[in-house]
T-cell receptor, first 113, second 113 residues
Framework: DQQVKQNSPSLSVQEGRISILNCDYTNSMFDYFLWYKKYPAEGPTFLISISSIKDKNEDGRFTVFLNKSAKHLSLHIVPSQPGDSAVYFCAASGTSGTYKYIFGTGTRLKVLA | DTAVSQTPKYLVTQMGNDKSIKCEQNLGHDTMYWYKQDSKKFLKIMFSYNNKELIINETVPNRFSPKSPDKAHLNLHINSLELGDSAVYFC????????????FGEGSWLTVV
């Protein structure tokens, strides 16, 4: 039962354009969401997070949007750079104290120079 | 100075052997995790410890036994290794349960032959 889904396994974007990565979740108890970036042979590294009390959070080139009614979040990268080429995972957690993060299956982003 | 470090990074071993992966975090976090990334690249939680106490034990064969001697360490011991145990195992830590950012180690690539 996949509670966090990233339906696009891969995405190619031209350098300088916007990359939009999508994530859907099914559990309405999730209220904290994170995005991670992963290069080959390395561990996932934290990018940006959002709490369910917000619908947008921005950090430099990265913006995460949350649509609670649709149970959907997206990560926007503007402008995309070749160094952004990696696998991106979204993750969700529920009520504080559950000590559990559920990850999506990842989207491989390739930024073309 | 690595925040979450795990050893070994690569491990090739024969079926039936017993092996351990060690993990240490220097972030002062109270919660540590083991995640498994299988051939489908799906990051799935195995165990979570909070202040040395087991909090989460997902559906994992009891050949896998985590041990947390203190808050900064969470080791994973695997008995009677099987071919299907081949995967990348990530250690991680966070502060504040599922409200904090989770930080990952670089992963341990286990290959069972």
């Amino acid at each position: 039962d996949q509670q966090v889904k990233q339906n696009s396994p891969s995405l190619s974007v031209q350098e300088g354009r916007i990359s939009i990565l999508n994530c859907d979740y099914t559990n309405s108890m999730f209220d904290y969401f994170l995005w991670y970036k992963k290069y080959p042979a390395e561990g996932p590294t934290f990018l940006i997070s959002i709490s369910s009390i917000k619908d947008k959070n921005e950090d430099g080139r990265f913006t995460v949007f949350l649509n609670k009614s649709a149970k959907h979040l997206s990560l926007h990268i503007v402008p995309s750079q070749p160094g952004d080429s990696a696998v991106y995972f979204c993750a969700a957690s529920g009520t504080s104290g559950t000590y559990k993060y559920i990850f999506g299956t990842g989207t491989r982003l390739k930024v073309l120079a | 100075d690595t925040a979450v470090s795990q050893t070994p990074k690569y491990l090739v071993t024969q079926m039936g052997n017993d092996k351990s992966i060690k993990c240490e975090q220097n972030l002062g976090h109270d919660t540590m995790y083991w995640y498994k990334q299988d051939s489908k690249k799906f990051l799935k939680i195995m165990f979570s410890y909070n202040n040395k106490e087991l909090i989460i034990n997902e559906t994992v064969p009891n050949r896998f036994s985590p041990k947390s001697p203190d808050k900064a360490h969470l080791n994973l011991h695997i008995n009677s290794l099987e071919l299907g145990d081949s995967a990348v195992y990530f250690c991680a830590s966070s502060q504040g349960g599922s409200r904090g950012t989770i930080y990952f180690g670089e992963g341990s690539w286990l290959t069972v032959v």
